[in-house]
Structures are given as C-alpha cells and as structure tokens.
C-alpha cells in the first residue's frame, strides 16, 4: 500500500477508466487531467484493487486508446506501473455485488465502497441503476471534483 493514503484535506477517490483516459489525452484546461496529475504528485490519494487495474491495463493497451493518448506499449506500462505503486491497494470481498449494467463499472464501485472513497466518473447515471443502494457513497464527475477540491 502506498504510504500516503490519507492526505489532509483531500479525500481518496477512485477514477473511472473514462476519467483516466480523459486525463491520459493531457488536455491541460480539463478537469480529468488536473486530477490525475494532483494524483501523481501525491496531493490525491488514488484507490484501486487487481480488477480495476486490470480493466485499466485492458483499455489502455487498446490500439485505438493507445493513438488517442498519444503512447506507445511501453509507455502505457510505466503509466500503469506508476499507478500502481502511488495507489492505495485494496482488496475486494464479494458479499455483494452491486448489479450494475457495465460489469466494469460494478467493481469500480466495489473500489469506492470498499476504501469509503470518492468515485469520480463522467457516466453518473451507470452508477446509479443499480439494486442495492449505499447511503455513504459519493460520485462526482471530475468538473465537480475538481470545482470542491483543487479549485483555488
């Protein structure tokens, strides 16, 4: 686990793979990019588990993904390795699962519940459709994010 997983002021989130993507085009003036840049200096802490890092890997290895990023194989595999050694691991326990529509969405939410995180998604609507419901659990799109957290 990395060693900063409660940084002050800050919540933990866990990023949608469309908000990585999103941040991974390097559009300076979105919020997707800031975010994942306050992540790898360390201003956010990042959750993830095996399977959300996997869907990451999926994605991103992804031809088309790979030409509208702008990065090589490799590149994509230092991404991922960088990801991987800032995050907060987690581990996921199936109890439940949350009967959402995308499978991939259903253990991004797992993720967030899991580390009482911050989902951050651009698809609001997929995470609410599901059957079980979670009081505590809070979803955000990155532009809000952004506007309660980094905004100064």
């Known amino acids: 686990m ?10 933990l989130i866990v990023l949608d793979t469309n908000v990585l993507v999103s941040g991974l085009c390097r559009c300076e003036n ?17 959750a993830l588990n095996q399977k959300l890092f996997l869907e990451y890997e999926s994605v991103l290895y992804r031809k088309e993904i790979r ?6 194989k490799e590149e994509v595999t230092m991404i991922l390795n960088a990801l991987l ?3 907060c691991k987690s581990e996921s326990y199936y109890m439940w699962r949350p009967n959402l529509k995308d499978e991939s969405d259903n253990f991004v ?10 989902l951050i998604t651009k698809n609001l609507k997929d995470f609410r459709s599901g059957d ?3 009081p505590g659990l809070v979803i955000l799109t990155p532009e ?6 980094l905004e100064e």
Do not use: D
């Open 30 to 46: 979105s919020s997707s990019y800031k975010i994942l840049k306050s992540v790898q200096k360390g201003e956010i802490p990042l």
């Open 85 to 87: 050694s800032i995050a």
């Open 2 to 11: 990395a060693e900063n997983c409660n940084i002050k002021n800050n919540p």
């Open 144 to 149: 809000k994010f952004f506007k309660y957290y």
């Open 67 to 72: 030409k509208l990023i702008g990065t090589t």
């Open 132 to 134: 079980l419901k979670f």
């Open 109 to 118: 939410l797992e993720v967030a519940i899991s580390t009482s995180a911050l």
